[in-house]
């Protein structure tokens, strides 16, 4: 199974295998830049971004170091608002409406996620990124072609076998084995509904399988939190790993105080997956919501939508000093979390690779 860094041009200085995984809402050019100059991938997360808005990113980032980067996007389906689906969803909030003293009736605009599309591509054109990374499988058979058009390496994740041969035939040169312990939303976009993630496994059963079934390399993701895990992938024959959760305290995130200080509570022991923030299922730090109306509610609008009732809730929560309606997105192993700068947490995961 080949490396990354055999994929790449060593002469941009790539040291090893070790991708920062995109955190869209809780980091952007400066974290990336970090674990980068540590010898790392820095992957900018463009979900929420605008085309202005990524290409002050990477110009921010380009200033910074000229290493690699990873620019990461979502390639779901937008969903048209469904007026009774939305009624419902609002109805079943209301008494959370009622204790704050909100009126149901101007609900805030939520942060929207967006797919890729062609005025992003045209940011990609102008940057000219080392690897572009998608989530929810790959945007369509022109927009991919306008990336590798670009030079990039084209990565994107998988939750099944039967995905990851999806990605394989249909253009990524990587696949990135989501194991079910990572956080954040899942990249599974193969199942008609993506609530059911009873076919997704562990990451140390996941990699050996999709290993055996693709032959691309695979990149593993999910759990891994320090120099041993990072030597566990590696020892499974992992092309390189992929780590998020780890760099949520560091000096460069963008997470909150409050989420910052879930991850450095007892409270981080206890993670699900959930739908009630975006509409599709996402590992986070369970809080009251979570708890109050079941972490997955089949009754939530389709991703990104639910997003929108839940926003005042949350708005109105964090005003007083309360995490009970915010995603503090966590992986199962927060262990590896530390208040130290990304290059330093990078070089202590680099470990692992020697």
């Not at 909150?256 to 923030?277: D, K, Y």
């Not at 919501?289 to 005042?312: D, Q, V, Y």
Request: charged content about 15%; overall charge negative; hydrophobic content about 45%.
């Amino acid at each position: 199974m080949a490396h990354i860094q055999t994929l790449l041009n060593h002469s941009v200085g790539f040291d090893f295998p070790l991708i920062q995984a995109p955190m869209a809402g809780s980091q952007d050019h400066r974290l990336a830049a970090a674990v980068a100059q540590a010898g790392g991938l820095g992957s900018i997360p463009s979900a929420m971004l605008t085309p202005d808005a990524l290409a002050l990113q990477l110009s921010n980032y380009r200033a910074m170091t000229d290493r690699p980067v990873n620019v990461n996007f979502f390639t779901h389906t937008s969903p048209l608002p469904d007026e009774a689906v939305e009624k419902t969803w609002q109805t079943m909030l209301s008494p959370y409406y009622d204790e704050f003293g909100i009126d149901s009736t101007k609900t805030m605009a939520a942060a929207s996620r967006l797919p890729f599309d062609h005025a992003m591509a045209d940011v990609l054109d102008a940057f000219k990124p080392e690897v572009v990374s998608f989530h929810f499988g790959l945007p369509a058979p022109d927009l991919l072609a306008r990336v590798k058009s670009c030079g990039a390496l084209v990565m994107s994740s998988a939750t099944t076998i039967e995905e990851a041969r999806w990605l394989e035939r249909n253009g990524a040169d990587i696949v990135i084995a989501q194991g079910l312990e990572a956080g954040g939303h899942r990249g599974h976009f193969l199942s008609n509904d993506v609530l059911d993630v009873s076919a997704q496994m562990g990451t140390f059963a996941f990699l050996p399988q999709i290993m055996r079934a693709v032959n691309v390399p695979v990149v593993a993701a999910g759990g891994i939190a320090d120099a041993a895990g990072v030597r566990a992938a590696m020892g499974l024959g992992a092309a390189g790993v992929q780590i998020g959760t780890s760099f949520l305290l560091c000096h460069e995130s963008n997470a909150s105080p409050m989420h910052r200080a879930a991850l450095g509570s007892e409270m981080a022991v206890h993670t699900c997956l959930t739908n009630l923030f975006t509409g599709r299922p996402a590992r986070s730090i369970v809080n009251r919501i979570m708890r109050e109306m079941g972490a997955i509610n089949r009754h939530a609008p389709s991703f990104p939508l639910a997003t929108a009732a839940i926003m005042p809730l949350r708005t109105a929560a964090e005003a007083q000093g309360s995490m009970d309606f915010s995603p503090l997105w966590a992986g199962q192993n927060t262990s590896g979390c530390q208040a130290i700068s990304a290059t330093e947490l990078t070089l202590k995961l680099a470990k692992g690779f020697s």
